[in-house]
């Protein structure tokens, strides 16, 4: 009896470090942070081919895609909004099984001729594949604009 206790109580302290650090991120001269080298990370700024995924268009305002994303990231499970500025927002989503967090970015470059470009990232925190989470969410939020 005391082994499966022990044993639950490591699995219990591993399971803990899950969450990782919070890394710094946000827009450092007009640019989102790079993807590390691991393939858990999507960015529409990166420059190589396993990281890289479009940025989300809108036609509208900035406002206007603001607010649509805000509606959008907040009918998502388990996400916490940790900044929400006019250009940029900043989330935090964690998988339901093992409390993986995954931080997402979302900035808003100057609007141009009612045309907006939303570049993402999107990053696990710890591990090294995400078996394609990140991409998924990324790809799910972007159905979200077009319905």
């Known amino acids: 009896m005391n082994k499966q206790i022990l044993v639950v109580l490591i699995n219990l302290i591993l399971l803990t470090g899950c969450s990782g650090t919070m890394p710094k991120l946000g827009i450092n001269n007009s640019e989102l942070a790079p993807?590390?080298?691991?393939?858990?990370?999507?960015?529409?700024?990166?420059?190589?081919?396993?990281?890289?995924?479009?940025?989300?268009?809108?036609?509208?305002?900035?406002?206007?895609a603001h607010d649509l994303l805000l509606r959008i990231i907040e009918s998502e499970k388990r996400t916490e909004i940790l900044i929400e500025q006019e250009d940029y927002?900043?989330?935090?989503?964690?998988?339901?099984?093992?409390?993986?967090?995954?931080?997402?970015?979302?900035?808003?470059p100057e609007e141009q001729a009612e045309k907006i470009v939303i570049h993402v990232r999107s990053a696990s925190?710890?591990?090294?594949?995400?078996?394609?989470?990140?991409?998924?969410?990324?790809e799910r939020i972007r159905s979200e604009f077009y319905k």
């Open 125 to 138: 925190r710890v591990g090294h594949s995400d078996l394609g989470a990140n991409r998924k969410r990324i």
């Open 35 to 64: 993807c590390p080298e691991t393939p858990n990370c999507v960015s529409s700024q990166a420059h190589d081919e396993e990281h890289f995924i479009e940025p989300i268009n809108y036609s509208g305002t900035q406002q206007g």
């Open 89 to 108: 927002i900043r989330v935090e989503f964690t998988s339901a099984l093992f409390r993986f967090v995954d931080d997402v970015e979302f900035y808003f």
